[in-house]
């Protein structure tokens, strides 16, 4: 089974990131982060690839007249750093179809919420004050939609009577650090096929 090779897109903390490199480095995850890209110069992800060794970049929106090209440039770094497959993790930005054309169906995003459920911002927050009982993650394709993709793997999280949104949001990562890393396994051991809206997972 060949390798992912996965380029990296981190807006913050980038603990995601983390349980990528952490999965492949405990060889649970066939693959190598080849390029950590982010648009914050301060994401801590970018400190968490230094520590694991792996080639990082900056590139600053405002130094993009468009999404388009702000794409573009993203594109040319992972295809130099010979990424086949992109991780959206904890990255905050829509990816246009530059970047879904360069990387078709190998563009994969982790979602802290059941989608279609709160799709966007604050989907932690946005699934506690609505009072659901269950909230969870998705881990999906990426279309050119906002977190509309066809979804791979979903984990269910209940609302506890003493949770906050922080609290929530703290257990829904746990299992993002699970589903995400499974989701790229699957997609290296090509086990994923698409068929409309529905991904089958052969066994
Ligand atoms: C996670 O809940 C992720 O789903 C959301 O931002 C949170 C922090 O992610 N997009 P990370 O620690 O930067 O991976």
């Known amino acids: 089974m060949q390798k992912l090779?996965?380029?990296?897109l981190a807006?913050?903390?980038?603990?995601?990131?983390?349980?990528?490199?952490?999965?492949?480095?405990?060889?649970?995850?066939?693959?190598?982060?080849?390029?950590?890209?982010?648009?914050?110069?301060?994401?801590?992800a970018l400190a968490r690839a230094d520590a694991a060794g792996i080639m990082?970049?900056?590139?600053?929106?405002?130094?993009?007249?468009?999404?388009?090209?702000?794409?573009?440039?993203?594109?040319k770094l992972l295809q130099l750093a010979g990424a086949d497959t992109v991780a959206l993790a904890g990255y905050l930005?829509?990816?246009?179809p530059v970047l879904l054309e360069a990387f078709p169906q190998r563009v994969l995003n982790i979602h802290p919420a059941l989608l279609p459920a709160f799709p966007g911002l604050h989907a932690q927050r946005q699934?506690?004050?609505?009072?659901?009982?269950?909230?969870?993650?998705?881990?999906?394709f990426v279309d050119s939609g906002l977190d509309s993709g066809p979804i791979i793997l979903q984990a269910p999280v209940p609302?506890?009577?003493d949770d906050d949104a922080d609290s929530l949001a703290a257990r829904i990562l746990e299992q993002e650090h699970i589903i995400f890393?499974?989701?790229?396994?699957?997609?290296?051991?090509?086990k994923l096929s698409?068929?409309?809206?529905r991904v089958y997972i052969a066994d």
């Open 181 to 190: 890393p499974l989701a790229l396994r699957l997609l290296a051991e090509g």
């Open 127 to 140: 699934a506690f004050e609505h009072g659901v009982k269950v909230a969870g993650c998705t881990a999906h």
């Open 159 to 161: 609302v506890l009577e």
């Open 93 to 96: 930005r829509i990816v246009t």
């Open 11 to 44: 807006s913050g903390s980038g603990s995601n990131l983390q349980a990528i490199i952490d999965a492949a480095a405990a060889g649970t995850l066939p693959a190598e982060v080849v390029m950590v890209l982010s648009d914050k110069p301060d994401a801590y």
């Open 5 to 8: 090779k996965i380029g990296v």
């Open 194 to 197: 698409v068929e409309g809206r």
């Open 56 to 75: 990082t970049a900056v590139v600053e929106p405002k130094e993009y007249a468009s999404r388009e090209e702000y794409d573009a440039k993203l594109v």
